[in-house]
């Protein structure tokens, strides 16, 4: 959202006010501080331990007070996370509308990816104004009976935010990351996180990665591990110890996107990666069984491996000795945008306040 943010300090026609639930506060901060954004409403919600329902109820009762106090004309919110949802649902409560960026992706299984399918749903069908990142996802809003002239094509402003961080002089200043060699070695970079590659899918995953690491002396594999408990204990006891296998510290976003522009390619259970890795001409290898991105393996740039262990070892084998191949997924239009989502949603806003007349043309790839 930070793109959209900065885009709106220069409208005239727009008063933004910036509201965060920090619900994961060292991961808002930094990129707060990097995008020089300053929130009016901090409501500092997190706490050790936190469950989706502390999240829901805390971000509920906070946003209640601030929207009550600045009784905006309309509420944006991004995506699909709990606060996402519990945003959504506080203006409901006060009958302000609700615009959604990000607006339209569905994997079809409620529970995967869990809770986020159920509240991008729930938030779309709150929702009065719809920033589409693609067709697609138009598409899956219309099946649900959203009013087409309520929908906007757009991209998506994670590519806009992307592409203003990263930089072809960047210089990391993590340790690990100083000492390796990007342009003779091969960099894998990998992350996993979701709840339901807890456990045994996540055990295959380190097992193809232990396997690839045997077979080929030119790759490095670099892995920012999650700080969530049953993650740490896993991979120290499958992953730590090997020469070229690199666990590290959760990055902030700006040295992790440059990480991205550095690696070879992605094996990578999150969403966003799914859109980002492409904008950067690297492949990506999805460790889920599902995506609610199929615009990205309709285009080539992704390919849905799961958490079979061989299957993620010869897909990633596959890539590391056919060049062709490689070439090709790093070279498929990204489908996902092209850096102007947020002045299109902008323009999607003014249409919807009537402030312009003419309808903003849809993106397209």
Not at 61 to 81: F, I
Not at 225 to 252: A, S
Request: with cysteine.
């Amino acid at each position: 959202m930070a793109p959209l943010v900065k885009a709106l300090e220069n409208e005239k026609e727009f008063e933004s006010v910036v509201v965060v639930t920090a619900q994961h506060r060292e991961m808002l901060d930094q990129v707060l501080d990097l995008f020089q954004i300053t929130p009016r409403y901090d409501l500092n919600i997190m706490q050790t331990g936190q469950t989706l329902y502390d999240i829901t109820c805390r971000s509920l009762k906070g946003l209640e007070t601030a929207l009550e106090q600045e009784n905006p004309q309309l509420v944006l919110v991004h995506g699909d996370t709990t606060t996402t949802f519990a945003a959504s649902l506080a203006a409901y409560y006060q009958q302000i509308p609700v615009g959604h960026v990000e607006a339209g992706l569905r994997s079809g299984n409620m529970y995967s990816p869990f809770p986020e399918e159920l509240n991008r749903k729930l938030t779309g069908s709150i929702a009065s104004v719809h920033f589409a990142p693609t067709a697609n996802a138009r598409d899956n809003l219309l099946r649900e009976g959203v009013d087409p002239d309520n929908i906007f094509i757009t991209g998506n402003t994670v590519i806009d935010a992307l592409l203003q961080t990263v930089r072809p002089d960047y210089q990391f200043q993590e340790p690990v990351l100083k000492k390796i060699n990007f342009n003779d070695n091969k960099v894998l970079l990998v992350t996993t996180h979701r709840r339901e590659n807890l456990g045994e899918p996540m055990t295959n995953i380190f097992k193809a990665l232990l396997k690839l690491h045997e077979e080929f002396s030119d790759i490095e594999i670099v892995f920012p591990v999650h700080k969530n408990p049953l993650i740490r204990n896993l991979t120290k006891k499958l992953l730590e110890g090997y020469p070229r296998i690199h666990l590290i510290e959760p990055l902030d976003y700006e040295p992790f996107a440059n990480l991205m522009a550095k690696s070879y390619l992605i094996l990578t259970d999150s969403g966003g990666l799914q859109e980002e890795a492409p904008a950067l001409g690297k492949p990506v290898l999805v460790l889920r069984e599902n995506t609610e991105r199929p615009e990205a393996v309709e285009a080539g740039t992704v390919e849905l491996v799961g958490t079979n262990s061989e299957k993620i070892y010869q897909s990633t084998k596959n890539l590391l000795i056919n060049e062709e191949l490689y070439v090709k997924m790093g070279k498929a239009i990204n489908p996902y945008g092209d850096g102007q989502a947020s002045s299109r949603i902008i323009a999607g806003l003014k249409y919807y306040f009537q402030l312009i007349k003419t309808r903003p043309v849809d993106w397209k790839p």
